[in-house]
């Protein structure tokens, strides 16, 4: 009976380190997917936070052009209007002038309607940037929920399987107590 209560020790000890063992590849790859999930999502955020910032740089960039746009228009316009009325005092050379700031009036004006375009898609482009990030940010938060869950399960898994091991090592006792008593 000794021999057999101790190859039965054996083989508890065997079950309990290989369930131990793959309880603790499973925490570990669980701790690991969360701590990737983790730095991924922080990655993410800093990578929008960062393009975020470029994007308001360059739509303030836009603004400034657009204003200075705006200024020179006006100023073309004021010396256009002062020159249409100089011009009907004066010669025709006063009217030719006239007719070139007229002229470079239009290709401001111009200009600043490619500006506001180019404004508003650059608005477009970092909205839509900022929609993606927001449903990365999601997903990635998922990802860490969903891993937080996998490693909640492990816990109790480990508890189930601790309890079962201290069962097991009462048994054992018993066992032993009884076989010490059969001597």
């Known amino acids: 009976k000794t021999k057999a209560v101790g190859e039965l020790e054996r083989e508890i000890a065997r079950v309990m380190k290989e369930k131990a063992d793959a309880l603790a590849e499973t925490e570990s790859r669980a701790a ?18 960062s393009e975020l910032e470029r994007l308001r740089c360059e739509i303030e960039g836009m603004n400034a052009s657009l204003r200075a746009a705006n200024e020179a228009k006006e100023n073309a316009e004021a ?10 005092q004066t010669n025709s050379g006063a009217e030719a002038r006239a007719e070139e700031l007229s002229a470079e009036l239009e290709i401001k004006a111009s200009q ?3 500006l ?5 898609a650059l608005s477009s482009a ?18 860490v929920d ?4 996998v490693l909640e399960e492990v816990e109790k898994e480990k508890e ?11 048994a054992n006792e018993e066992q032993q107590r009884l ?5």
């Open 179 to 183: 076989a010490n008593e059969l001597k």
């Open 79 to 88: 010396e256009a209007e002062t020159l249409r009325r100089s011009a009907a």
């Open 126 to 143: 970092a909205e839509e940037e900022k929609a993606a990030l927001a449903a990365e940010n999601v997903r990635l938060a998922n990802k």
């Open 116 to 120: 506001e375009a180019e404004l508003m």
């Open 32 to 49: 690991r997917d969360v701590e990737a999930a983790s730095k991924a999502s922080v990655a993410a955020i800093d990578a929008s936070a």
């Open 112 to 114: 600043l309607s490619s």
């Open 146 to 149: 969903e891993n937080r869950l």
């Open 160 to 170: 189930v399987y601790v309890a079962e091991c201290e069962q097991a090592l009462q």
